[in-house]
């Protein structure tokens, strides 16, 4: 519970509208998108201004009072839980569009700006905005900034964090600093942009950002490829990008995710196959696009892909990428529980992985679905469980241990876009070692001495021990 | 001098051969391509091994001796030169190009190998390498990296900073960390490998890179306009990209540097006119990189172009980009000292800039020409004078910090692809105010909290007062 000298500044400034801290609004604000994971805070607030974000930050570092940054709380990671109670920022009423320049190509936006409505507000100018976390249409900037969320066009067009070039933010002291700007180039100190960028909420509170902007790309086309053989999918990426072509979108759904997909959509997916590819490709030119597209059949043919449908028009492209973004919903379907992870390796080592996944799936004997973007190598296993059965939930933790620790071993990471949060954070060290985790903690130290923002993410009390694994 | 007992150990862990501290060697090393600025270190040694970087940095950081890395000292802002004294750690021998993984597009590098030379290697397979600063003939890659180095395909393509996806870099302690990997996606934790990117080596020291690759564009058309209204070729750089064109290159050059480019080069530039644009445009297809060049043909005529040349082959495209990189070299022959600046503003306010810094020239009677980066802001006022005569070089440097306060008030940094070195570290608050300062002081000693990390670098002992612009 608040202190009631602390409460009542809070509700002097904000108001009973925009400070809240009835039992609603409490439970409403103790979970995100991530399973199995609730802790409730002690008020939610709702800032419109960056000087009210600078006076509650500066209130809650004196009294040592967590702050909890939280933008549509669609992350994976536990990112916006209140694990320690604290005051919860809800940057719903920070969501203005300030700019958009189509001189410099960039736009100034509020954190809680809804990704999708920036996409469209961007594309009807004929610009594009390529981040494309799947959780776009919930989605808000500032939280896609703070987990440095990726998306299905990260191949070609890479992620959030190529496209923040400036941001306004406020330090727990209640300071504001200003990093980058309307600029391509700025090599000015060290690069605050890019460090905050993924920093998830831990540093600082974006209040906001400027974005880079492209044309958009004239032309697109869709193609959905079936292969027998994994190895044959995995083969074909790599031989797409070793054939010098970069698809915008180069996505992977194993048997277990087509079979689950497939009885719940009926889209007409074969369920026989190991492995489907869905294929992206835009561009300016409808030629370019074409050729690029024929060439990747070509290559998909050849390593003998069983099925190859190419999208005749918008409808039935949406209707074949459906099947890819439909993936975690409908899985999410067929069990109480769904555990979607985002292990990530260098795209030549997908269909090990892959493989690798299945193999400790079974050891464990839990259900283990895999998609993702195969372009990039960022594959999301996904295991369907029950919260509920404490022994199940034990077996699909060890499992999940053993997938990062391979992944790593395979030159890989433990977390490709959804960020460390609590979940991952017995595992960061595995990644970034003893020494990594230092430096990130003296970091964490010199943004946030008193240690409010966001505490018990990034950093875990302690690092999990690696499994021995057994070959 | 260093003590007796540490030139003992380098001596004996090195050998003559790479310890050496004769006072040619010194002088040598005593400075880099920014002008009136030398200063002696106390040893030069050149390490073959992560090992052995990791013994000497310990043995510094134990003795409190200033380490300065060291790759061709090509940079302009005084990034190489030991104004403290110490070690300086030439990184020549660590030169390797260790992999090139044409399944997942990336580069291995050791930091001494030459830029234009891994261009070349890359090239040879199909690939691309964008970041082409102009030094690259001489530079390094690990230069460019501590540097944050641009070029001149950065709008359309970023900087060294935007392909750089892992590192391997050895901190003062002797502790060696890998940040990145071979990974398009990667949000484990803080991104260390974008901050260290352009951190001018008071970090840590870069021991291995690992840098993301391009298919090659197959096609590159050249143009060059003239234009006799300075505000003509600026409207004409916001039209382009205003009509969703993004050239590969689009630089400027204002009439002072025309004149005196022609004049010693004799390549037909109309010297009557107030500026040129350099337009390169590159792709997959033949048709399309026609098409943007002529949209741009059109809008440059509209603007009232009074003179457009398009090469016919590679040797006129070669030609006509040579007037554009042999401005350095060029301005460098009409005096004695030549001064390079890279103020940096967003596109839309390049007009405004160029003409505010002719009003600063006129101002403080020095000589300024200015070329450069249109199409990302980039621009680099050069100044023509003469370091003994004192009372010039106050004027210049008078007239350099209103350039710096005007590109800062436009909106833009006071460098874009330079870095802070010594050269502008007096002006780093102007750009990111007090508490950017100390958040970037935090971090110096997160990484060094003995200091000895290229000391006197970025941040200055006093700050830079403001000047009174009088408009």
């Known amino acids: 519970m608040l202190d009631s000298e602390v409460r009542q500044s809070l509700l002097q400034w904000l108001g009973q509208e925009r ?73 719903s009423r920070m969501n203005k569009l300030l700019e958009l320049d189509t001189v410099n190509l960039t736009a100034t936006v509020q ?15 004929g610009l594009f905005y390529p981040p494309d976390p799947s959780s776009m249409v919930i989605s808000t900037l500032g939280g896609n900034i703070m ?113 689950v997909v497939e009885d719940y959509n009926h889209i007409g997916l074969p369920t026989d196959v190991q492995a489907i590819l869905l294929i992206e490709q835009d561009g300016q030119e409808l030629e370019h696009v074409k050729k690029d597209m024929n060439d990747i ?9 069983t099925d190859i449908r190419m999208a005749q028009d918008e409808v039935e492209a949406e209707q074949l990428m ?11 379907r067929i069990s109480p529980t769904t555990i979607l ?21 079974e050891k464990y004997r839990v259900n283990i679905c895999t998609f993702g973007h195969a372009g990039d190598g960022n594959l999301h296993p996904t295991c369907t469980t029950d919260a509920r059965n404490e022994e199940e939930i034990h077996r699909v933790e060890e499992a999940f241990a053993e997938i990062f620790e391979e992944a790593i071993s395979l030159g890989g990471t433990i977390t490709g876009e959804h960020g460390v949060g609590t979940v991952k954070a017995p595992y960061l060290e595995w990644k970034v070692g003893n020494a990594g985790i230092d430096v990130m903690k003296g970091i964490k130290q010199v943004f946030d001495p008193a240690g409010i923002m966001n505490p018990g993410k990034i950093f875990a009390k302690s690092s999990r021990k690696r499994l021995v694994i057994s070959k």
Chains 1, 2 share one sequence.
């Open 111 to 125: 954190p809680g700006l809804n990704t999708k409505k920036f996409h469209q507000e961007v594309e009807r100018r």
């Open 297 to 305: 059949k070509n290559i998909c043919a050849a390593e003998g892909a």
């Open 19 to 91: 400070f809240r801290d009835d039992q609603e609004t409490l439970v409403t604000h103790s979970y995100d998108a991530t399973p199995m994971l609730q802790s409730l805070p002690d008020a939610v607030v709702y800032p419109e201004t960056t000087a009210e974000v600078q006076s509650i930050l500066r209130l809650a570092n004196e009294h040592r009072i967590p702050i909890v940054p939280r933008g549509a709380a669609s992350n994976l990671c536990g990112g916006t839980v209140p694990v320690q109670g604290g005051i919860v920022v809800a940057m």
């Open 341 to 361: 992870e985002d292990a990530t390796v260098p795209r030549s080592a997908i269909a090990d992985m892959i493989l690798a996944i299945n193999r400790i799936a």
């Open 147 to 259: 987990e440095g969320a990726g998306g299905l066009r990260g191949l070609k067009y890479g992620t959030t964090k190529d496209y923040v070039i400036g941001l306004e933010a406020v330090l727990p002291s209640g300071e504001m600093i200003r990093t980058g700007g309307k600029l391509y180039k700025d090599v000015a100190g060290y690069d605050l942009t890019k460090l905050l960028v993924g920093s998830e909420g831990t540093l600082a509170l974006i209040t906001e950002a400027t974005l880079k902007l492209l044309p958009a790309p004239g032309v697109r086309q869709t193609m959905l490829v079936a292969f027998a053989d994994i190895y044959g999918a995995a083969r074909s990426v790599s031989r797409i990008v070793g054939a010098r072509i970069i698809p915008a979108t180069l996505e992977i759904m194993d048997q277990a995710t087509i079979r």
């Open 322 to 332: 459906m099947a890819r973004r439909s993936a975690l919903s409908t899985l999410a």
